[in-house]
């Protein structure tokens, strides 16, 4: 499996950004899809993810201001990132966990900032 992460980069407080990511090799029918996002110094933590049966969830401080979908013929996630803060300044990372097993894509910078 490998997951190929695609946008990011740098923009003002209050803007937006969408990171999105596509899965591909052997993918089961029942898998979880999302972004993880690690600041430094700081340890790698969920953002949000969403599942196979469309299940969202968010970590609280991006629930009122992130939006996540999936495409599920083509394996894709996406991650829409509004009302940025500083404090989201982070590597996002792609996640997909399917059976025991958890795939990472490359990791994308995401940067707020004036």
């Known amino acids: 499996v490998q997951l190929q992460a695609s946008g990011g980069g740098l923009v003002q407080p209050g803007g937006s950004l969408r990171v999105s990511c596509t899965a591909s090799?052997?993918?089961?029918?029942?898998?979880?899809m999302g972004w993880y996002h690690q600041a430094p110094g700081k340890q790698r933590e969920s953002v949000a993810s969403m599942t196979t049966s469309g299940n969202a969830n968010f970590t609280d401080s991006v629930r009122s201001r992130f939006t996540i979908w999936r495409e599920h013929g083509k394996n894709a996630v996406n991650l829409q990132m509004n009302k940025l803060k500083s404090e989201d300044t982070a590597v996002y990372y792609c996640n997909l966990h399917q059976g025991l097993d958890n795939y990472w894509g490359q990791g994308t910078l995401v940067t707020v900032s004036s």
């Open positions: 090799g052997t993918i089961f029918n029942i898998n979880t």
